[in-house]
């Protein structure tokens, strides 16, 4: 049975949004390929950038089987180093299928 995460991906200033770097923008877009190989796996329900006013911030939400997968899918991120990640469990609420 799968349980749900919601990943928050915090940038390392309040401006990052606006004024990344090159290879800040680099290591984000293969942060973005990584998310969308995990929803090709079936792992993420939802990710992108949420346009807070106060500051850009990433989020997704993920289903695994066990918690220790969410280490791993953040361990691996390129972009975890640049950002830093919190994590929370969530008790979704899905489709019927």
Same mark, same amino acid.
């Given at each position: 049975?799968?349980?749900y995460f919601v990943l928050k991906l915090l940038p390392p200033r309040s401006?990052? &949004?606006q004024d990344m770097t090159p290879e800040?923008?680099?290591i984000m877009g293969l942060h973005s390929a990584y998310w969308k190989?995990?929803?090709v796996q079936g792992l993420?329900?939802?990710y992108g950038p949420v346009?807070?006013?106060q500051?850009?911030?990433g989020l997704g939400i993920v289903g695994v089987e066990e918690e220790g997968k969410v280490k791993e899918i953040t361990d691996a991120?390129?972009?975890? &180093?640049?950002n830093r990640y919190e994590y929370y469990p969530m008790l979704a609420v899905l489709p019927d299928k």
């Open positions: 049975m799968k349980k401006t990052f &949004g800040e923008r680099k190989g995990l929803m993420v329900v939802v346009l807070d006013p500051g850009v911030f991120d390129p972009a975890n &180093g640049l």
